[in-house]
C-alpha cells in the first residue's frame, strides 16, 4: 500500500544508547517531516526536509539529528538518548503546495529508561 | 503568523448525539485548513480539508466541518456520534509560504453508550 513507513514501531533504549528512526514514502513528495507527541502537548516539530539534500530545525531540535538519504527516505537519529525523550514519534510527508496536507506514518512509542 | 487554537482539551457525547469540536484560527493569508483525527495506537489520517472552494466541507465518516471568514472558525461536526469516533481530533492551518502545517494541541473526543 503507498503511504508512509516508519521503523521500528516500538522501542527501548536505556539512557545514552543511540538509535536510529527510519522513514520512507513512495508518493514522490518532496516533504517530509519528523513529530513528537507527547500528552497534552500537541504535535511537535523536531526537524524537516523540504526537499533531498535540505533539512531544517523545527521547534525541539535539541538532541535530534537528520538525514533525508534521498528523496524517499528521512531519518531520525538520537545520538545519546535520555528519558525525556519518551515519547511517540511520527513521520509525515506532503507535495508540494500549501493545501496539500501530510501523509503520516503509523508511529515509534519510543521509551528511554 | 499562523496558529490554531482548538477549544476544549476533552469533549463527552453519549452516542447518537451532536458532536462539535471547535477550532478557530489566525491567518496573515488566505488559509487552508485542515482537520486530522488519530485513533488510538495509530497515526493521523486526512478527515478533511478546506482549501477556498466550498465553505461547507464534508469527509469521511459522516464528519463536516465550515469555514466561516468572519469567526476565523473551522468547527467539525458530526450529527450523531457513534462509539467508533472516539479519538483525538486535530486542526491544522497550513503555514505561509511553505508545506508545513500548524497543528492544534487535539480534543479527545469520548462516546458514551
Known amino acids: 500500500n503507498a503511504g508512509v513507513t516508519q521503523t521500528p514501531k516500538f522501542q527501548v533504549l536505556k539512557t545514552g544508547q543511540s538509535m536510529t528512526l527510519q522513514c520512507a514514502q513512495d508518493?514522490?513528495?518532496?516533504?517530509m517531516y519528523w513529530y513528537r507527541q507527547d500528552p497534552g502537548m500537541g504535535l511537535r516539530l523536531i526537524y524537516y526536509?523540504?526537499?533531498?539534500?535540505?533539512?531544517d530545525k523545527g521547534e525541539v531540535p535539541n538532541g535530534y539529528n537528520v538525514s533525508r538519504l534521498n528523496k524517499r527516505e528521512f531519518s531520525l537519529r538520537l545520538e545519546s538518548a535520555a528519558p525525556s525523550q519518551t515519547s511517540v514519534y511520527f513521520c509525515?510527508?506532503?507535495?508540494?503546495?500549501?493545501?496539500?496536507?501530510?501523509?503520516f506514518g503509523s508511529g515509534t512509542r519510543l521509551t528511554v529508561v | 503568523a499562523q496558529s490554531v487554537t482548538q477549544l476544549g482539551s476533552h469533549v463527552s457525547v453519549s452516542e447518537g448525539a451532536l458532536v462539535l469540536l471547535r477550532c478557530n484560527y489566525s491567518?496573515?493569508?488566505?488559509?487552508?485548513l485542515f482537520w486530522y483525527v488519530q485513533y488510538p495506537n495509530q497515526g493521523l489520517q486526512l478527515l478533511l480539508k478546506?482549501?477556498?472552494?466550498?465553505?461547507l466541507v464534508k469527509g469521511i465518516n459522516g464528519f463536516e466541518a465550515e469555514f466561516k471568514k468572519s469567526e476565523t472558525s473551522f468547527h467539525l461536526t458530526k450529527p450523531s456520534a457513534h462509539m467508533s469516533d472516539a479519538a483525538e481530533y486535530f486542526c491544522a492551518v497550513s503555514a505561509y509560504n511553505t508545506d508545513k502545517l500548524i497543528f492544534g494541541t487535539g480534543t479527545r473526543l469520548q462516546v458514551f453508550p
Open positions: 491567518s496573515s493569508v488566505p488559509p487552508y
Open positions: 508518493m514522490n513528495h518532496n516533504s
Open positions: 478546506y482549501t477556498s472552494a466550498a465553505t
Open positions: 526536509s523540504a526537499s533531498e539534500g535540505t533539512t
Open positions: 509525515a510527508s506532503s507535495a508540494r503546495g500549501r493545501d496539500y496536507g501530510y501523509t
